[in-house]
């Protein structure tokens, strides 16, 4: 069974700041990874997702995602966040076209005026 | 088009009491998921239905957890007798079941269950 790790449980940043979300897997097969976004008493919104070809995957709001398999890492980028930022995001993976669908504890990201 | 839907948003209830949440998901898409989202956790998933069918029940607690989707449509998920440690949001999301779309799923704004 697949697992997913997320190393940082809150980032603080500066507004404008560069920030990076850390991500990574484990799984015996190939997977489909995700990134999630909760704003504040609201439902999960997809972000972006890798399914397979270019490793660098752009999403919503100016986020990006690099898929490393090597690494098992699937790391999420902003290179200026805003305070509309502020949300928790879910690393997820899933295998054989969707099935096992496993979230990570997630990361509190804060931007900070 | 219209997002998935979930009733009641907030429920309070006396442990030992029975609860049930319903669930609409996005019209035409074949695939609904439960989750449970403790506090300060990820959405751990309970249940996943193909149409009506169970495809992955392996994490929901039998003897006090259940669900149904009858006509393949909306959803019903039960606890009964609840227990403190159920206090959490459950969320619904649904998919359209295809390969090329890697099954995103798209989630429903949860409900809020409190047990006393």
């Known amino acids: 069974a697949q697992s997913v790790t997320q190393l940082d449980s809150q980032v603080p940043v500066f507004e404008e700041a560069p920030v990076e979300l850390r991500c990574n897997y484990s799984?015996?097969?190939?997977?489909?990874l995700f990134w999630y976004v909760q704003y504040p008493n609201q439902g999960l919104q997809l972000l972006l997702k890798?399914?397979?070809?270019?490793?660098l995957v752009k999403g919503i709001n100016g986020f990006e995602a690099e898929f490393n398999k090597s690494q098992t890492s699937f790391h999420l980028r902003k290179p200026s966040v805003h305070i509309s930022d502020t949300a928790e995001y879910f690393c997820a993976v899933s295998e054989n076209y969707g099935q096992n669908f496993v979230f990570g504890p997630g990361t509190r990201l804060s931007v900070l005026p | 088009e219209a997002g998935v839907a979930q009733s009641p948003r907030y429920k309070i209830i006396e442990k030992r009491q029975s609860v049930a949440f319903w669930c609409n998901p996005i019209s035409g898409h074949a695939t609904l998921y439960w989750y449970q989202q403790i506090l300060g956790q990820g959405p751990k998933l309970l249940i996943q239905?193909?149409?009506?069918?169970?495809?992955?029940d392996s994490q929901l607690p039998k003897d006090r957890f259940s669900a149904e989707r009858l006509k393949g449509v909306d959803s019903t998920l039960k606890i009964q007798p609840a227990k403190l440690e159920d206090s959490a949001v459950y969320l619904c999301a649904s998919s359209f079941r295809g390969s090329s779309r890697g099954n995103e799923q798209f989630f429903g704004p949860g409900t809020r269950l409190t047990v006393l």
């Open positions: 890798y399914l397979s070809g270019s490793t």
């Open positions: 799984s015996s097969v190939s997977v489909y």
């Open positions: 239905f193909q149409n009506n069918g169970v495809v992955d």
